[in-house]
């Protein structure tokens, strides 16, 4: 019996996982059909450009505030800790290069994207799923609307258009933040520290920033819109789909951060 | 505002923080890439980065754009700004900002300043960069012959006895000079009067060499006359000079023997020489080689070393005898019971501040004590008597002491008995008091002789001492107080005596 019990157990145990995984793989299919069915409707008119532009507005004037306290401190934070690190072998000179480096490559582009995908994911998901659970995605299409082109299309064009300028000022007020330390709390040479900024920055440093953040704003927003529009259940609902589109958005950024520094590289 | 706008606003911002980054970076995807190249080629690059400074006269004319290796060589390219003209014959290096600061390609401009070097040309001169261990190495070399020098000057000048010859130099060079300056004062006018003298000697001279032009044309024109004469009368001169040749071949050959033998003489004491020449060169070779005594001194290490060692156990020892101090003191004692004088010498050598040696004669009236017993005889009464008399005696005293602060312990022989003491020294060390005591076996059960004193400096070399003598002994009355005197000082000359006896160090 104990025996026959464990297998239920192992069966059941297995079972779960076995869902779990067919779950994952039904929702990376969905998602891609949800971008083809994106792709596919961007360019048939008319063309949702009021909508766009709020998405815009929501998306990238909204988030200017959160992205650019991120990005000053983390430049702040980043000439600190590389000064207290240099300085140990007589290369503080380099701060700058390192703040301006790590700023345009990876850190502007990252945290911006995190921020967003806390910010506007979560607005996204929330605001779809609701429309969801109280069916007014249905609504939608009985008035003969796609949702998909009304809905789905104007965000991720406005998340993708937009998160790259967002990056573009979080690099600017970046590495003005490590200026404002290396310089007025650390003492560095002013004119050095511009110099050294500017010597080893290339402009690839910062377009690949730009295509990350690209990426990043299509990944969150597509993942967002899904999550919304899977919600079922009521409230409860769209706080799991919710909480689902910040997590999975969040992991994305990151997972597909390393692929493609690395492609970039 | 309207929702349009704002986004307008956002994104016109954008790029325009965009493009101001594009044009400040240093290199935009090769577009817009001013100046022109030049490549040098170099045997090590190390160090050298790309877009390091290349730089001219220190200013910065550019940038190295590439680094490859072509063959076994570090090929630069760089990049110099537009306007730069570079001369063919110039010569490139690589340098480092300060000792461990960055590398830089530095350009030392040729002197050609008509052929400059065209866009895509290479600069053929380079010099190898510097090797900074190398560098060092050499560096610590010449630093250490550097310090052999100055430590060298140091024995010699630094020293007291240096400083007083270079004064002494000084006052010398001094003293010469204001000689020299009071003979020239004194003797202007002589001195005038000499070089108008040479002055119109030397017109004189001229005068008379003019003046006497005729005369020399004679002079000259007999001389002509002369050589003319001999000319015409040469024929008879070599006849007699052939007779005399004649004559000195006829004595020779009367001489010949004798001519032989001093020719063979000759030869045999250049045989001799030669010998003697061989010897030394045998000789020389062994000193060289390092064989016989001459040679191990002059080829072996041992021998330098040796002598090093000997030279620093020297040195060592001159410095020991010249930290050591030694003082002479001298004091005199009024006991009042019996009124006495006791006399003392004493030498303390003091080799640091710490510990001394002393070394002391005493002159002790009361020093030797003996008794006699009498016995008389009186009426068939015998009484004994028992008579005690002290005389002279000369005793010495050898102690060590040691010092911890104001307190010095001392131990060893006192007035030529064993004993011990210790003085505590107060007021910066002008009030000593102390206390003495020795002679613990002393006969007639005497208890010990105790002593307690003080001494005060009233000057430096002069003290005044006090005290109580053999405190203990009141059954012999010999309990006294004294008072007395001394001086003392530091005792250079001694020590000199004392630095020539052989001491190991």
Request: aromatic share 8%.
């Amino acid at each position: 019996m104990a025996k026959e019990g464990n297998r239920i157990g192992l069966n059941a145990a297995l079972e779960k996982f076995g869902t779990r995984v067919f779950g994952m793989l039904e929702d990376l299919g969905n998602i891609f059909v949800l971008l083809l069915q994106c792709v596919s409707w961007v360019f048939r008119p008319p063309s949702e450009f009021r909508n766009i532009v709020k998405q815009m507005e929501e998306v990238g004037i909204r988030s200017m505030p959160v992205v650019l306290v991120t990005a000053t401190f983390t430049g702040m934070v980043i000439a600190l800790q590389s000064w207290s690190g240099f300085q140990r072998f007589q290369a503080t000179s380099l701060v700058g290069s390192v703040v301006a480096l790590s700023i345009t490559r990876e850190l502007g582009p990252v945290f911006a994207g995190l921020m967003v995908s806390g910010r506007v994911g979560a607005a996204m998901a929330a605001e779809l799923g609701t429309m969801k659970v109280t069916e007014q995605i249905d609504a939608l299409v009985t008035l003969a609307t796609n949702p998909v082109k009304y809905l789905v299309v104007p965000r991720v064009i406005a998340a993708t258009v937009v998160l790259p300028i967002l990056v573009v000022f979080a690099d600017l007020v970046g590495i003005l933040g490590g200026y404002f330390v290396a310089v007025y709390l650390l003492g560095a040479n002013s004119y050095v520290y511009i110099n050294k900024t500017y010597q080893y920055l290339e402009f690839k440093d910062i377009y690949t920033g730009l295509v990350k953040a690209a990426v990043f704003g299509f990944l969150i927003a597509i993942i967002s819109c899904y999550n919304g529009f899977i919600a079922q259940g009521g409230a409860e609902g769209v706080g799991r789909a919710t909480m689902r589109a910040v997590v999975a958005s969040s992991m994305v950024v990151l997972i597909s951060d390393y692929f493609m520094t690395s492609l970039m590289f | 505002m309207s929702r349009e706008a704002k986004v307008g606003i956002f994104v016109v911002l954008g790029l325009v923080v965009l493009t101001y980054f594009t044009f400040r970076v240093s290199k935009w995807g090769g577009i817009g890439e001013k100046g022109y190249k030049l490549s040098v080629d170099f045997e090590n690059a190390s160090g050298l980065e790309p877009k390091a400074n290349v730089k001219m006269a220190g200013v910065p004319v550019g940038k190295v754009e590439e680094i490859q290796l072509v063959g076994n060589r570090a090929r630069l390219v760089l990049r110099v700004n537009e306007g730069i003209r570079i001369p063919v014959d110039s010569v490139a290096s690589v340098q480092t900002q300060g000792l461990l600061g960055e590398k830089y390609v530095e350009i030392l401009p040729g002197k050609q300043a008509d052929q400059m070097l065209p866009s895509g040309g290479r600069i053929a001169n380079t010099v190898a960069p510097v090797n900074l261990d190398e560098m060092i190495r050499k560096l610590s070399l010449i630093a250490d012959d550097v310090k052999r020098f100055t430590d060298s000057l140091a024995g010699s000048i630094g020293t007291e006895e240096g400083k007083r010859s270079v004064t002494e130099i000084l006052r010398n060079v001094r003293e010469a000079s204001a000689v020299l300056r009071n003979v020239t004062a004194g003797n202007e006018d002589r001195l005038n009067r000499i070089l108008a003298n040479i002055d119109t000697l030397s017109a004189d001279l001229k005068d008379i060499s003019s003046s006497n032009k005729e005369d020399l044309r004679a002079t000259i024109a007999n001389l002509r006359s002369f050589s003319q004469t001999l000319k015409e009368q040469t024929p008879g001169l070599a006849k007699k000079l052939e007779a005399m040749g004649d004559q000195v071949s006829g004595v020779i050959g009367e001489n010949r023997e004798n001519i032989k033998e001093s020719i063979s003489n000759l030869k045999s004491a250049s045989a001799k020489l030669d010998n003697t020449l061989l010897a030394a060169e045998k000789v020389f070779a062994k000193i060289e080689r390092g064989e016989g005594t001459l040679g191990k001194l002059v080829n072996d290490n041992t021998a330098h070393t040796s002598l090093t060692d000997t030279l620093d156990g020297i040195n060592r020892y001159v410095r020991k005898t010249e930290a050591l101090k030694t003082f002479l003191d001298y004091r005199l004692e009024y006991q009042t019971e019996p009124s006495e004088y006791k006399h003392y010498v004493n030498l303390r050598l003091q080799p640091s501040a710490d510990k001394y040696y002393l070394i002391g004669v005493v002159d002790d009236p009361l020093g030797k004590l003996s008794a006699t017993d009498t016995t008389t005889v009186t009426d068939g009464v015998t009484t004994k008597t028992q008579s005690d008399t002290y005389s002279n005696k000369l005793k010495f005293s050898a102690q060590v002491a040691k010092r911890f602060s104001g307190l010095t312990l001392r131990g060893g022989v006192m007035e030529s008995t064993g004993g011990v003491g210790a003085d505590y020294e107060i007021l910066k060390d002008r009030l000593t008091v102390g206390v003495d005591a020795f002679d613990f076996t002393r006969k007639g059960n005497q208890p010990p002789h105790l002593k307690a004193f003080g001494n005060y400096d009233i000057v430096k070399n002069l003290f005044i001492t006090g005290g109580v003598d053999d405190i203990l002994n009141d059954e012999k009355s010999l309990r006294t107080f004294f008072l007395g005197f001394g001086i003392k000082f530091e005792d250079e000359d001694l020590k000199t005596v004392l630095g020539a006896v052989p001491i190991k160090p």
